[in-house]
């Protein structure tokens, strides 16, 4: 009798924990049931917090479990921005693309290009950055190229959009950054003596960037390119143009090209 009764109340420890465990099974759905809105509730709080992996796993929940609702909608956004701000740069804009295809009309259409710009222009700054070592004919500027697009699309369509001012000003930075990229491969390609490359380089920041600080230098590069090549009328014209523009300028003189400074980064 002493033997058994141990076994009985072990065998009924057990069975209450196994009770227990079927009514609260490992890994339940603690929003199951949650409306949209208290879901995104949720998520954007976790937000708030900078708790941006929790944040996304409930906004992809609402995703699916709603998936027509405007909460849905700007999940989408709000799942974007999480991974932007998580440093992670491809699934941000791969959510950003996707709002912008399926929601063409979404009044958050302005932010969405904006935000586009921002990841783009943050994922550019090894190729912004004057500090940098690599030579500046090395990086690939198509980060750059495509936050200007973003930006750009978001001040033609949206001008009077609260976020237009700062896509403006940073057109403008990504403008003289993107001058700079097509100066310095010119550049390049002079000091290594490919004399027809760093000429169409130079042309090329004219045609592009014609209202930018380095067009001055990138025509003494396609002046000086020309005569190496011995093409006088190319030449010629390019210092036409240079001298027209640039009455006073010092990029035809000996002691310009000759300067370390000259050939340093900017």
């Not at 409306?35 to 409930?58: F, G, M, P, R, V």
């Not at 390119?225 to 300028?249: C, E, H, I, W």
Request: net charge neutral; glycine share 4%.
């Amino acid at each position: 009798m002493n033997k058994i009764l141990p076994r009985i109340l072990a065998f009924t420890v057990a069975g209450i924990l196994l009770a227990g465990c079927a009514s609260n099974p490992e890994g339940e759905d603690e929003t199951k049931g949650w409306s949209a809105e208290k879901i995104y509730s949720e998520a954007k709080a976790d937000q708030n917090d900078h708790n941006w992996d929790a944040s996304t796993k409930l906004f992809e929940k609402l995703e699916a479990r709603y998936p027509y609702g405007r909460y849905a909608q700007q999940a989408v956004l709000e799942t974007a921005f999480n991974q932007y701000k998580n440093s992670d740069p491809a699934l941000a804009l791969a959510s950003i693309d996707r709002f912008i295809k399926t929601f063409p009309a979404h009044p958050s259409m302005d932010y969405a290009l904006y935000l586009k710009g921002l990841v783009n222009f943050n994922d550019s700054q090894g190729f912004l950055s004057v500090l940098a070592k690599q030579d500046m004919s090395e990086r690939d500027p198509k980060s750059a190229l495509d936050s200007y697009d973003a930006f750009k699309e978001l001040v033609t369509r949206f001008p009077d959009s609260k976020y237009a001012e700062d896509a403006r000003t940073r057109m403008g930075y990504l403008i003289g950054a993107l001058a700079n990229h097509e100066l310095h491969v010119a550049k390049y390609y002079y000091k290594r003596g490919a004399y027809l490359a760093a000429a169409n380089r130079g042309k090329s920041l004219l045609e592009t960037y014609s209202n930018t600080k380095q067009v001055e230098p990138a025509l003494g590069i396609m002046v000086r390119s020309y005569d190496k090549l011995q093409l006088v009328q190319l030449r010629d014209d390019a210092k036409r143009v240079l001298l027209q523009n640039y009455p006073n300028t010092k990029v035809l003189e000996d002691s310009y090209w000759n300067t370390e400074r000259w050939w340093s980064l900017w």
